[in-house]
């Protein structure tokens, strides 16, 4: 039973309103004030004849000037269109409170997450978006944020929006948060030349060294033309990633990509998957099309472009000047339009010079060229990436993310990684399969003890006074760690001296960023 009371605003009229209640031993579950004179009731159903008693002694109330049975209270009404709105959109909507629980999910939220209401609410929204930190930007600048992120495979945009409270006193509190998941389709721009800051093809890329930054701005530049891109890169840096993000980002993102790895094939193989053969050819009746034909219109990644043949260089090379190209034991000539993109972990300069790879070949390839740098040379790189692999692996496991061990980042940043990312992804996995409890320490890493700082530093000139080498030791210790700790602050927490300390003797020696 939800009954209206319009009335004057007169102090005390309530309290006698819930005298009545009480007096008939009704219940009250719930109650509302409009500024504008009504109070709303919610009370559970009585008999008639209370019921033509209780309205009758309502309007004896001094200020009352009506009473009526109304189906719904204004905020069950607000409620319910509220919720059939959210249910009705076609984008994921999730309110989330300041913890990061979930407190709503409308249906297409749930159809995103493969879960029902009962699975969402309550629900940790790391363990919904293992890639975006909710308590970092709780405990930051609780702004408006706008990130790609990457589902069952799929690209979305997310929006989070901080909600907030204003009260009498005109004060704003966060009360919690909105978000809402789209699909990052309806956002592409069909402008060829998207802005640089829009991750269109490079979400999965994270990094905070400003040659991540340099890498990543231009790669997006590159991203958009026709002609052959070389990808430099020790093993584990990511470059077929790379490669595959160029290709996303391009006018081709809707044509296949398409990969052969160039390392330890036969050429007789190596040749048919790149080109084909005719009916009849080993003894296949039908033929083959060749990737570069399987991808027309679309991109081909040959990976590990320096160990291929010179018999395939040469069929390569030609296949670059113009397009065209012959299956293996046909005569006619086929045209297609693909983009190669290539990788290698060697120095193509030096192997051109010697003579193992084409000279030609090189020239033609080295037009456009991206160096991935090591993860040695940007340590800043190791927590974001940490972050990452913890948070995917622990989704994977159906884990929670385990705290991390005081001095396991600095421990991180200082080995050498001689495997990249790919040796930090593995390593982190082992940990996380080793850990007995849910603090994640170095010893689970398995780090080789000869693999520290030290192994970075410079043969030491032994000539002079011991006061002599031990300075050039140390300014060689602190230029390598400043690169890891660029400020005076953070370098002495490292090294547990004084600030001032720090700040002196890199000012003595002239160390400076690099």
């Not at 984008?91 to 209401?117: C, P, R, T, Y």
């Not at 409270?165 to 978000?179: D, Q």
């Not at 994270?206 to 890169?233: C, F, W, Y």
């Amino acid at each position: 039973m939800r009954l209206e009371v319009s009335c004057e605003d007169r102090l005390g009229l309530t309290r006698e309103l819930l005298d009545i209640l009480a007096s008939k031993n009704i219940d009250l579950r719930g109650i509302e004030i409009d500024v504008i004179g009504i109070i709303y009731l919610n009370c559970p159903d009585i008999d008639f004849e209370t019921f033509s008693e209780l309205m009758a002694e309502i309007r004896r109330i001094p200020g009352v000037r009506d009473v009526r049975k109304i189906q719904f209270m204004p905020i069950e009404r607000h409620n319910t269109e509220l919720i059939s709105l959210l249910n009705n959109l076609p984008d994921a909507v999730l309110a989330i409170d300041l913890k990061g629980s979930v407190d709503m999910a409308n249906h297409s939220a749930q159809s995103l997450f493969h879960k029902d209401e009962q699975e969402m609410i309550g629900a940790h929204v790391s363990t919904l978006l293992p890639a975006f930190n909710f308590s970092r930007w709780v405990e930051g600048s609780k702004s408006r944020v706008r990130e790609e992120v990457v589902l069952d495979g799929l690209d979305y945009v997310m929006d989070l929006m901080p909600v907030y409270i204003t009260g009498e006193s005109k004060e704003s509190t966060l009360a919690s948060s909105m978000m809402i998941i789209r699909s990052a389709n309806a956002n592409v721009v069909a402008d060829d030349k998207l802005p640089l800051h829009n991750n269109l093809g490079f979400e999965h890329f994270v990094g905070v060294s400003n040659r991540h930054k340099t890498l990543i701005n231009q790669a997006k530049k590159l991203a958009m033309l026709d002609q052959p891109l070389l990808i430099e890169g020790e093993t584990g840096t990511g470059k077929e990633m790379l490669a595959r993000a160029c290709h996303n980002r391009s006018n081709r993102s809707d044509a296949p990509f398409l990969v052969l790895s160039c390392a330890s094939m036969p050429d007789d193989v190596a040749e048919t998957e790149l080109f084909g053969h005719a009916p009849g050819s080993f003894n296949h009746q039908q033929g083959h099309k060749g990737i570069f034909e399987q991808a027309n219109g679309g991109t081909v990644f040959l990976d590990e472009i320096g160990e291929m043949s010179p018999h395939l260089q040469i069929k390569l090379l030609r296949f670059l000047q113009d397009g065209t190209f012959r299956r293996v034991g046909e005569e006619h000539e086929v045209h297609v339009d693909v983009r190669v993109l290539a990788s290698t972990r060697h120095n193509l300069a030096e192997l051109a010079e010697s003579g193992k790879f084409r000279e030609d070949l090189f020239y033609r390839l080295n037009v456009l060229t991206l160096r991935i740098p090591p993860l040695r040379e940007r340590p800043s790189d190791v927590q974001p990436l940490l972050e990452l692999f913890v948070a995917k692996h622990c989704h994977k496991m159906g884990m929670l993310k385990p705290k991390l061990e005081e001095g396991l980042l600095d421990q991180l940043a200082q080995y050498q990684w001689p495997g990249n990312m790919r040796q930090l992804d593995n390593m982190v996995l082992r940990a996380l399969t080793e850990m007995p409890d849910d603090k994640l320490d170095v010893e689970y890493f398995h780090l080789p003890q000869l693999e520290t700082v030290s192994s970075g530093i410079a043969n030491v000139n032994l000539d002079g006074a011991l006061d002599d080498i031990m300075k050039e030791y140390e300014a060689q210790v602190l230029d390598r760690l400043y690169q890891s700790f660029p400020s005076s602050r953070k370098l002495a927490k490292r090294l547990n001296v004084s600030h001032t300390s720090i700040a002196n003797k890199l000012r003595d020696y002239g160390i400076r960023k690099r």
